[in-house]
């Protein structure tokens, strides 16, 4: 028999009231204790004494008011004198309810779960939850969960001494978000999460960098422990690049992704633009595959089969057509069907394969293009052999106008990949979406090329669980990330938010019962986040650690430098230069 004792244990000087209402998630608390009223603020926890001796029903502050009432005095008038009208206070504490403790469950001891059992009774006792009381109860959250599903994010603030820990099955397998203001600490918080994941033997994430901040995190001089990878720029255009050099050949994009970028739906021969690129690239795909004497995929190919093909031919072929003549009823030449019909698209067609910031995906290397490089590419991404797991992919130097359709592509193969891998062989895999509002924006607001990218995120936030492949998504503007991968995100590690909007999805996402909890998000401090969902017990503000590795990310100290350091001309040259060349700038 287990002989801890309990948790909660409380004395009738530590009693704040009794329960004055109930209604399915919320208790009024009439306040009778002052002092202790004193010591009450806005996220503090209350134990109300439940339907018997060992079951406390457990709520979070939500509202303190004090409300002056006029009454007769206490004390009796003497002969002769009225009654006396005195001011008197009436105290009330309205909070949430979010789970019920038992000091004894079964063949367990203090034990708490989320939700409420049963409601709060009229007249019951409420305890303020604070000392030695919230000190043994916040080490209990967490504390069954074992061993190898414990991932620790920092410690409560409520409580500095207890660490906050949540289950990392349930925090990556049912999708998550991390969102807060610029300089909250968003990056601190992901570069921690990705440093207690690098400790497992076979971690699976894949990073999508937008800025190139988390460079560091893969510098094995100073400990880090990442594999990074940069898309392909105009300095990698070259038959034997960088190793960690990325291409996307233009050939991994289905049809509906291509031609977002080449065709424009307003044009009046834009029907027939898509029907000579859908006829063309499907024959090349199917001689491709009869060079390759792949015959059992030839039975079953399509358009958007990721087989390699000749763009130089593709353009040759429509240039042919746009230039063929017909032939007459009387033998002569007369307008061709596609004459003059195709001229815009290949001209935009041609823009795109003459921009070298485009060379990634228009003018990969000759291996790029052979039939066995996918698998070798996939293979690297998908890898989670020791060290190799973090996976950090650098998209900074992506055009801004396709990097929609470049994230969307590279995560719509993977998750394709993942999604015909033999069930009992796949290894889980994480997505982790840095800067989210660049590229999944809310559908309304989105374009041709952003909603080809939306398509493929969204279909894994509402499949991707079913087959081991998740999202976390990172934001510092959740009001600008698409509405339908956030509903489907069921933790959320939310830093300070100052803007309306942004605080308004947090509400919006949240159950009835929490949504008081939102309030505090602006007054969070750089480092604090509040965690609520599935991976968390009892939903609470935490204080991240910081992470042994830090990204490129702090923010500068302008008054300091100005104060201290001069601009430096070389750099500024240097700076000119690579802007001209869409190369980075080389140290001098």
């Known amino acids: ?157 409520a409580d500095r001494s207890a660490e906050a820990i949540i289950s990392g099955d349930k925090f990556f397998q049912r999708h998550a978000a991390i969102l807060g203001s610029t300089g909250s600490g968003k990056s601190y918080a992901v570069a921690l999460i990705l440093e207690r994941a690098s400790k497992l033997k076979h971690p699976n994430i894949i990073v999508f960098d937008m800025h190139g901040e988390y ?44 031609l977002s970028m080449i065709l424009d739906r307003s044009d009046q021969n834009a029907p027939n633009q898509a029907s000579r690129f859908t006829l063309h690239v499907r024959a090349m795909k199917q001689k491709t595959l009869e060079s390759e004497k792949k015959d059992s995929v030839l039975k079953t190919f399509t358009v958007d089969s990721p087989v390699p093909y000749s763009i130089k031919d593709l353009v040759e072929l429509l240039q042919t057509d746009n230039k063929t003549k017909g032939i007459g009823k009387s033998g002569g030449p007369v307008k061709g069907e596609w004459e003059d019909k195709l001229t815009r698209f290949i001209s935009r067609l041609e823009a795109k394969l003459d921009d070298r910031r485009y060379g990634f995906m228009f003018t990969p290397p000759a291996k790029a293009n052979a039939y066995g490089w996918l698998a070798s590419l996939v293979g690297r991404l998908l890898a989670s052999n020791g060290g190799e797991g973090i996976k950090i992919i650098d998209f900074s130097e992506v055009p801004s106008d396709v990097l929609p359709v470049v994230t969307g592509t590279l995560a719509r193969l993977l998750y394709a990949v993942q999604f015909w891998t033999d069930p009992d062989k796949r290894t889980p895999v994480t997505l982790l979406c840095d800067e989210a509002h660049l590229y999944l924006p809310v559908r309304d607001d989105a374009d041709a090329v952003q909603k080809q990218a939306l398509g493929a995120f969204e279909r894994v936030a509402k499949e991707g669980r079913k087959y081991g492949f998740s999202l976390l998504v990172v934001s510092q503007r959740p009001s600008d990330v698409s509405r339908t991968i956030l509903s489907q995100c069921n933790n959320f590690l939310s830093l300070r938010l100052t803007n309306d909007s942004d605080q308004a999805v947090i509400n919006r996402l949240m159950p009835d019962s929490l949504a008081g909890l939102t309030s505090i998000l602006p007054l969070l401090d750089t480092g604090e986040a509040l965690l609520l969902g599935d991976a968390v017990l009892l939903p609470s503000r935490i204080r991240l650690d910081k992470p042994f590795i830090t990204p490129d990310s702090a923010t500068r100290e302008f008054w300091k430098e100005w104060g201290s350091k001069s601009s430096n001309a070389e750099a500024i040259y240097q700076a000119v230069e690579a802007l001209r060349s869409q190369t980075r700038a080389k140290p001098a």
């Open 215 to 258: 460079a560091p995190l893969a510098n094995t001089e100073k400990g880090g422990f990442a594999t990074r990878f940069r898309v392909a720029g105009p300095g990698d255009l070259k038959e034997d690049p960088a190793d960690d050099a990325l291409f996307l050949p233009y050939w991994l994009l289905n049809r509906d992704e291509m």
């Open 1 to 157: 028999m287990n002989d801890k004792p309990a948790t909660l244990q409380f004395t009738d000087t530590e009693c704040l009231g009794k329960v004055v209402a109930v209604d399915t998630s919320r208790v009024t608390i009439d306040v009778s204790n002052s002092v202790l009223l004193t010591r009450l603020g806005i996220g503090n926890l209350i134990a109300v004494r439940g339907s018997t001796e060992r079951e406390y029903l457990i709520a979070v502050t939500e509202r303190v008011t004090r409300s002056m009432r006029d009454g007769i005095a206490e004390a009796l008038p003497e002969d002769g004198e009225n009654a006396v009208l005195v001011s008197t206070p009436t105290d009330l504490v309205r909070g949430a309810l979010i789970g019920t403790f038992r000091t004894v469950d079964g063949e367990k001891k203090n034990t708490f779960k989320r939700g409420a059992d049963s409601f709060p009774q009229i007249d019951r006792q409420c305890y303020v939850i604070d000392s030695a009381n919230l000190q043994r109860f916040m080490g209990i959250l967490g504390a069954d969960y074992p061993e190898n599903e414990r991932l620790k994010l920092g410690t409560f603030v």
